[in-house]
């Protein structure tokens, strides 16, 4: 394919880009790029500083904002069939590397100013094929405890890194005041092979369990799995928010930054957004094993295969996962250094202006560089809170309604965990293992 420099967008003024490389812009004609994206808090600040890119390009921006699940289902869809309805996606690790491999998506290859090295090894390997980059890294994130270090206090409990679940359950309950309106835990109960299971699969590992042993045959109805979904339905079902089985991440910041949760386990990304008083930071639980208690992710932008578009969308998104973008947030006189993306470039964490921001920095930091994707011998797959595989996502999906209905009583633990184990095996014997 053909490289292109960046953009090389810079600031000059508080909300405005300028363009350094316009000679690569005069060869640009107007056009509409469709963008589809989820709608957390870092793609819809995306909207606004884009306004600049719009001004300076001519280049329409027609966004669709989808909630994580839906987006999902229908990015997915129109990019398996070659629908055409986007020029650029939101994406992640899990699909990337699979849908680059199958052709779905176009390589990204940037120019030097882009400086890919500067993207963090774990994101950018993550979202490669074979060496090549498939989609670029939007934000990133792993997972850790984020929790109100005066409700603890109060409450007489501490809250260490990598504490045990035990621990974890008897802080909730210590913090658990629902008559004053404030939940011991908030987690994701929403089913999605990308909401309730990346707690729960997390959970699931650092119990020491899997979804499938080295055969890809499935260990949902093994001992590591029902302790660990035990220790769930017991923490989120007693010390959570009612209808906690509707809640995903969107819903949980709400409520947290309402005051109403004690402890949030989710991603690392969400300390951007929060607006209470007090809240402190830590590693992620642990029932005993070392690698997979903290999830890593990033939602990324990747080009379908056979845009008509895909040279104007490809520029675009080596502008908006540049340096220069992070340097626009933190100008723009609606967000800051606070609200830049993060998970993605060594450049972001080095920055003075940064971690004097951001106190959840080091913490984040943590989390990434610890987090352990790589197969192993008791999780024979690459993939923390998933399964990088195209069968995962049949059944995540199928498995997240079960856990759904555990935590909401309509089914018991065994129950929902004999029915998961039979669709799972199902689901793998039809696609050949």
């Not at 329409?60 to 289902?73: H, I």
């Not at 959970?203 to 001992?223: E, Q």
């Not at 340096?323 to 606070?338: C, L, M, N, R």
């Amino acid at each position: 394919m053909t490289t292109f420099k960046t953009l090389g967008l810079g600031l000059i003024a508080a909300s405005t880009l300028a363009l350094s490389a316009t000679s690569a812009m005069a060869a640009s004609h107007a056009k509409k790029l469709t963008i589809a994206i989820v709608n957390n808090g870092h793609m819809e600040n995306m909207k606004k500083v884009a306004e600049a890119y719009t001004k300076e390009t001519g280049v329409q921006l027609n966004w669709v904002s989808l909630e994580e699940g839906v987006l999902r289902e229908q990015v997915t869809s129109d990019t398996a069939t070659g629908g055409g309805q986007y020029d650029i996606i939101n994406i992640g690790m899990q699909e990337a590397p699979i849908w680059g491999k199958a052709g779905w998506i176009e390589p990204l290859n940037f120019g030097a100013e882009y400086d890919v090295d500067d993207i963090l090894p774990a994101m950018r390997n993550g979202l490669s094929y074979n060496g090549t980059l498939y989609a670029a890294p939007f934000y990133g994130e792993s997972s850790m405890v984020m929790y109100r270090k005066d409700l603890a206090d109060a409450a007489g409990v501490a809250i260490k890194d990598n504490d045990s679940w035990d621990n974890i359950t008897k802080a909730a309950a210590a913090m658990h005041k629902p008559d004053a309106g404030v939940y011991g835990a908030c987690l994701r109960g929403k089913p999605g092979w990308g909401d309730n299971m990346a707690f729960i699969t997390t959970m699931v590992n650092s119990h020491g369990g899997a979804w499938f042993d080295k055969d890809f045959k499935p260990t949902i109805d093994t001992p590591e799995w029902k302790a660990a979904i035990n220790a769930y339905v017991n923490l989120l079902g007693k010390y959570g928010p009612p209808g906690s089985e509707g809640n995903s991440f969107n819903e949980i910041l709400a409520l947290y930054n309402e005051g109403k949760c004690g402890m949030w386990i989710d991603a690392t990304i969400a300390a951007s957004f929060l607006k209470v008083d007090n809240v402190a930071y830590a590693q992620s639980p642990n029932a005993g094993n070392p690698v997979g208690a903290n999830w890593l992710w990033a939602w990324a932008m990747a080009v379908p295969s056979g845009s008509p578009n895909a040279e104007e969308a490809k520029k675009f998104i080596e502008w908006s996962t540049s340096k220069d973008y992070i340097k626009a947030v933190a100008a723009h006189p609606d967000f800051g250094w606070g609200s830049v993306p993060t998970g993605t470039r060594a450049s972001t964490y080095a920055s003075a202006e940064f971690k004097a921001a951001a106190p959840f920095a080091a913490a984040e930091m943590a989390a990434i560089e610890s987090a352990a994707p790589a197969a192993t011998d008791i999780k024979p797959y690459v993939g923390v809170q998933f399964a990088a595989i195209p069968e995962f996502p049949e059944v995540g999906g199928v498995v997240a309604q079960e856990m759904a209905a555990a935590l909401s009583g309509a089914k018991s633990v065994d129950e929902a965990l004999k029915a998961s184990q039979e669709a799972a095996a199902k689901i793998m014997k039809e696609a050949g293992y």
